[in-house]
């Protein structure tokens, strides 16, 4: 136990600050200018000085980010269903899922803010196309890999469809299921920024553009550090939800 | 039918009975000519009797005993359990297969009661039922456990009783305790003879070893190469309850070799 403490908290805990230190010296000697490289120091006062500003915009890009990653589970997980269950949906339109990945996600963000304009709905729909294709290939993975025992059995038991699905396939594609979360969560927040950076008004992803036309590089970094929090704060959400709903999970992932 | 005949079947006789007349089965290859994998078996078998089918890998063994469950449909010929035709999944049977293929998100009891579950049955004694098997199997105290917190032996218990909490007239087992290391295998083998004796229900039985069908059956059918034929029926008179000690006796080892000389590993 306590072991574990010094691994996973001080030895951490300590490099981080042997990075920031270095970073800091690294500025001080190569007298870097504040544009280049902010000192840590600067980045700290700027958080502090500006946290209204980074979390009003912070909280609107996590609701963007929430929304888009519900959007893919949403819609994901059915789409995964059906493409599992029928064969002629799985024919149709399994390659157009694979093409649709081939196309680069920022490029296409461009188009989808002339379709949905500059507000929240243009974010969701990019954090949406790039993460709803972990959710349904994982979902789908999952749903196939059913035990066939399992399987047998609920059909020796005479079980419905439906019982099948809910009682065994569903439950035993979780694992899966939330491993393709885990993807898409942090896919979704690439999304939202993107969207910000194209047309976004609101969010850290165009605090952190407008602080860079106004060559204002501690706040651009402190828009980064809000960014990053965010990104770690929303995967240990989906982590938590993990071991809330699959406590029985826990022999494959430790 | 001397041994057979210390058993006491149900109520009706007939619950739990069984024939397979000519039962052929061919499956359909996409590509490539039709596979026969069972080419010609006809047995019966009587209520609370141990059956065991015995045969190299790949001759059919599992085929016919999902056809005996209603699981896959027979090419040709007939199959009758209980006294009435098999056209499909029925649900007086109990299935274990060689994996435990617990529901890894259930625990033990919830587990052992899915087939209630599902088949909607209300009983009033399920709690009992489900205690005197966890009583029976030695897992009452892991009850309420993870089936992962559980070894493989208990694991496979579990699933014994999970086949049985519904009281199907028939048990169909899949070479069950083939992935367990031998004394764990000879504890189950004692097991299942003390379950069969309590349940009354019958027991068809996958397996490779030899000395596991002689112990556990009273009836030992040895199978050819696929496609499956009978090659050999072995009848077992060794006493109920049979006692570990038999397997030494001069009477089994003369059957381990009857058995042997059917299968052709003795020539
Ligand atoms: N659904 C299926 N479709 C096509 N061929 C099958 C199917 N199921 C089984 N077979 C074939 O039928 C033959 C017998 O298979 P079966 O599983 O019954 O053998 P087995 O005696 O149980 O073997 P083992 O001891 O290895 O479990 C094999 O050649 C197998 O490939
Ligand atoms: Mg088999």
């Known amino acids: 136990m306590n072991g574990d403490i010094i691994k996973k908290i001080i030895y951490p805990t300590v490099g981080f600050i042997i990075t920031i230190f270095l970073w800091d010296r690294y500025v001080v000697i190569f007298d870097l200018s504040e544009v280049v490289l902010p000192r840590p120091g600067i980045i700290f006062e700027s958080i502090l000085s500006e946290y209204p500003a980074l979390l009003s915009e912070g909280f609107e890009t996590l609701l963007a980010c929430v929304y888009g990653f519900i959007l893919s589970i949403v819609i994901g997980i059915p789409m995964a269903v059906l493409m599992t269950d029928s064969k002629p949906l799985n024919l149709m339109f399994y390659p157009l899922l694979i093409a649709t990945q081939s196309v680069p996600k920022v490029a296409i963000a461009p188009i989808l803010l002339v379709w949905f304009g500059t507000g929240i709905e243009s974010k969701l729909a990019i954090a949406f196309f790039i993460s709803f294709f972990p959710m349904i290939v994982d979902t789908a993975t999952g749903l196939r890999s059913t035990p066939k025992e399992l399987l047998e059995l609920a059909r020796s038991l005479k079980c419905s469809y439906f019982q099948i699905f809910v009682k065994i396939r569903f439950p035993s594609a979780l694992p899966h299921i939330f491993s393709g979360a885990k993807v898409a969560i942090t896919l979704a927040v690439i999304g939202v920024v993107i969207g910000e950076f194209v047309g976004g008004s609101d969010g850290l992803g165009s605090l952190l553009m407008v602080a860079n036309s106004q060559i204002n590089a501690p706040l651009a970094w402190a828009a980064l550090v809000f960014l990053s929090f965010l990104g770690i704060f929303l995967y240990v959400l989906v982590v938590l939800a993990e071991n809330l709903l699959i406590p029985w999970n826990n022999t494959y992932s430790k | ?267």
């Not at chain 2, 009850?143 to 999970?162: D, F, T, V």
């Not at chain 2, 189950?188 to 229900?201: F, S």
């Not at chain 2, 199978?223 to 050999?232: L, T």
């Open chain 2, 1 to 267: 039918m001397s041994a057979a005949s210390s058993h006491t079947g149900p109520e009706d006789p007939g619950l739990g009975s069984g024939t397979l007349q000519n039962v052929k089965k061919v499956f359909g290859m996409e590509g490539a000519s039709d596979l026969v994998a069972v080419k010609d078996i006809s047995f019966s078998f009587s209520s609370g009797e141990v059956i065991s089918l015995l045969g190299p890998s790949g001759c059919g063994k599992t085929t016919v005993l999902k056809m005996i469950g209603g699981l896959i449909e027979a090419t040709s010929g007939e199959i009758t359990v209980s006294n009435s035709l098999v056209r499909g999944p029925y649900e007086n049977v109990g299935m274990v297969f060689q994996t435990p293929t617990l529901m890894p998100w259930r625990s033990v009891i919830s587990n052992i009661k899915f087939p209630l579950e599902v088949l909607g049955k209300q009983l009033t004694d399920i709690d009992d039922k489900a205690i005197s098997l966890l009583k029976l199997t030695n897992l009452t105290e892991f009850k309420n456990a993870w089936p992962h917190e559980l070894s493989g032996g208990m694991q496979q218990r579990a699933a014994l009783c999970r086949a049985l909490i519904h009281s199907p007239e028939i048990l169909l087992m899949d070479e069950p305790f083939g992935a367990l290391d031998e004394l764990t295998r000879m504890e189950m083998n004692d097991l299942l003879l003390k379950v069969n004796y309590q349940e009354k229900n019958t027991v068809i039985f996958v397996t490779h070893s030899i000395s596991e069908a002689i112990y556990l059956s009273d009836k030992v059918h040895v199978f050819s190469k696929r496609p499956a034929e009978i090659r050999k029926t072995i009848n077992i008179n060794l006493p109920h309850p049979r006692n570990p000690t038999d397997r030494y006796t001069d009477y089994f080892k003369q059957l381990e070799l009857d058995a042997g000389e059917a299968l052709g590993v003795i020539r």
